[in-house]
């Protein structure tokens, strides 16, 4: 898989700068495809956030070098990006549980190793793709920042769906003028917990419309044209969007030709008279990668 092989690429060009400015402009050209792209990939494939990682792996190697002797505090904490040794030292203790000073005497220290990026492909649901081109349209709705939920059903979202009147519903029905004539979900800036199902996102439940009118209350997300990988799914509800979802960052992207670009990843269903044969898309926006 070229993606995965370049990625440890970058991966290994972040190793090397670790004593040093990390240029992101240079990671995203070694991994051959944006600095956002590779910063949402990692974050899925790692379950942590790329500045995360670059801080454990810093105080990590601080450890070893505290370790092995012959360099002040200070030393350490200015060659791994630290202003003064106390910023250092809380950072350090708050990672490790002991103070720097404490390191070289002990016959224990705590270490977090490199990644490497390797790709299992597991068995289980039937996914189908497309890769679609779109004009650009509005999400119209109720949009709310709400926790970041995995599994199950997310309690906020809930509420959101109680919240919406017969009367907007109504008035929401009668906005959808494209092929999707039911109610979709929208999810969008999201913070960096995500894959560790921590923080945020902002979410948005209504319709997809074209029109060109005064929305009144509601919240209107413009989504410019471009390029969307539509994955279809059918299966117990919510247990096959959500594995849909999963499948889609762990598999499809790192072993595709397209990247994540920063927009709202879209999900909607259908046919819920049968629980366990519930009908589901979902639409991620992306672009092909250059090559």
């Known amino acids: 898989m070229d993606m995965l092989k370049d990625m440890n690429e970058a991966l290994r060009y972040i190793e090397e700068q670790l004593d040093a400015d990390i240029d992101f402009e240079e990671v995203a050209t070694i991994a051959g495809v944006s600095e956002y792209h590779f910063r949402k990939l990692f974050s899925y494939l790692s379950g942590m956030s790329l500045s995360s990682y670059i801080r454990n792996r810093r105080l990590s190697q601080a450890a070893f070098d505290l370790h092995q002797g012959g360099e002040r505090v200070l030393d350490v904490a200015v060659k791994y990006g630290y202003d003064s040794a106390d910023g250092f030292s809380r950072a350090f203790r708050d990672w490790s549980g002991m103070n720097p ?24 649901i039937d996914m189908e793709y497309r890769i679609v081109e779109k004009a650009p349209f509005k999400l119209v709705g109720i949009k709310k920042r709400v926790p970041i939920v995995f599994q199950g059903e997310n309690p906020e979202i809930m509420k959101m769906v109680q919240s919406i009147t017969p009367e907007q519903r109504e008035q929401l029905q009668q906005l959808r003028n494209t092929e999707v004539k039911t109610v979709v979900n929208a999810s969008f800036n999201f913070d960096e917990g995500r894959n560790m199902e921590k923080g945020q996102l902002d979410h948005l439940i209504g319709s997809i419309t074209t029109k060109d009118r005064d929305f009144g209350n509601f919240d209107v997300v413009e989504v410019p044209a471009g390029s969307w990988a539509v994955f279809s799914s059918e299966g117990p509800f919510p247990e096959t969007l959500q594995q849909t979802w999963a499948k889609i960052f762990s598999e499809w992207l790192p072993s595709s030709h397209y990247e994540l670009v920063d927009g709202p990843e879209i999900s909607f269903n259908d046919g819920f008279s049968n629980p366990q044969k519930v009908y589901s898309e979902i639409w991620v ?7």
């Open 285 to 291: 926006p992306v672009k092909e990668m250059k090559k």
């Open 101 to 124: 000073s404490e390191v070289k005497n002990s016959d224990s220290f705590k270490v977090f190793p490199k990644l490497t990026f390797q790709l299992t492909v597991q068995g289980g």
